[in-house]
C-alpha cells in the first residue's frame, strides 16, 4: 500500500462507547495530524505529532486522545461523544522540517447516535 | 475576522472554460501557500504548494500568490469534468505543522 491509510472509513457509535480510528503512512514521513472536517467549515487542526512526540493539541475536549507509538502509526481514541463531534476525521503526514505539504488520507466518516 | 476566506461557491462551468478560484488572508505572516483538491468520499490532495509571491504552472493548473494584497489564485484552463471537486486553499506561517484553511469552493464541470 502506498500514501495514507485510515480505518474504518465509516463509524456509527452511540454516546457511550468508546473507539479507536487508525492511520497508516507509507511515505516516510515523520509527522502526523489528525483534523475535523464539518460542513461549510474550514479543516480544524486537532493535534500534530512530530518524531512520536505531540507538539500541538489545539484545545481539543478530552474526550478525543491522541497516541503515536511510532512514525508510521497514529491512532485517535474516542469516548463519551457528543452528537456534534459527527464529522469527517481526516489523518495527514509530512516530512519533518518547517512547512513540508501535508499528504492526506481518506478519513473515517464518524457518526455519533 | 477569519484567517483564511473562500467563497464556498458552488461554482458551476461548462467543459473547456478557464476556472479562477481565489482566496484572501489577514496574516501577513503566511509564506507558504497550498491548493488543495478533494474529490467526494476522499481526502484532499495536494494540487500546487507555493513560496512567496509569484506564479507556478503545473499542466493546467496555475497557482498565483500576490502577498500585498493578501490574495490566492487557482486558475484551471481547459476544465474538464474530472476537474469536478472542492478546492481548498491552504497557508501557513513559519511555523512547523500549523496550515490554515479556507472553507473550499465546490466546482461542477459540466460537459
Known amino acids: 500500500e502506498t500514501g495514507v491509510t485510515q480505518t474504518p472509513r465509516h463509524l456509527v457509535m452511540g454516546m457511550t462507547n468508546k473507539k479507536s480510528l487508525k492511520c497508516e503512512q507509507h511515505?516516510?514521513?515523520?509527522?502526523m495530524y489528525w483534523y475535523k472536517q464539518s460542513a461549510k467549515k474550514p479543516l480544524e487542526l486537532m493535534f500534530v505529532y512530530s518524531l512520536e512526540e505531540r507538539v500541538e493539541n489545539n484545545s481539543v475536549p478530552s474526550r478525543f486522545s491522541p497516541e503515536c507509538p511510532n512514525s508510521s502509526h497514529l491512532f485517535l481514541h474516542l469516548h463519551t461523544l457528543q452528537p456534534e463531534d459527527s464529522a469527517l476525521y481526516l489523518c495527514?503526514?509530512?516530512?519533518?522540517?518547517?512547512?513540508?505539504?501535508?499528504?492526506f488520507g481518506d478519513g473515517t466518516r464518524l457518526s455519533i447516535l | 475576522q477569519k484567517e483564511v476566506e473562500q467563497d464556498p461557491g458552488p461554482l458551476s462551468v461548462p467543459e473547456g472554460a478557464i476556472v479562477s478560484l481565489n482566496c484572501t488572508y489577514s496574516?501577513?505572516?503566511?509564506?507558504?501557500f497550498m491548493w488543495y483538491r478533494q474529490y467526494s468520499r476522499k481526502g484532499p490532495e495536494l494540487l500546487m504548494y507555493t513560496y512567496s509571491s509569484g506564479n507556478k504552472e503545473d499542466g493546467r493548473f496555475t497557482a498565483q500568490v500576490d502577498k500585498s494584497s493578501k490574495y490566492i489564485s487557482l486558475f484551471i484552463r481547459d476544465s474538464q469534468p474530472s476537474d469536478s471537486a472542492t478546492y481548498l486553499c491552504?497557508?501557513?506561517?513559519?511555523?512547523?505543522?500549523?496550515?490554515?484553511f479556507g472553507r473550499g469552493t465546490q466546482l461542477t464541470v459540466w460537459p
Open positions: 511515505l516516510g514521513h515523520n509527522a
Open positions: 491552504a497557508m501557513s506561517p513559519v511555523e512547523l505543522g500549523r496550515l490554515y
Open positions: 495527514a503526514s509530512s516530512r519533518g522540517g518547517v512547512n513540508q505539504p501535508q499528504h
Open positions: 496574516n501577513s505572516a503566511f509564506q507558504y
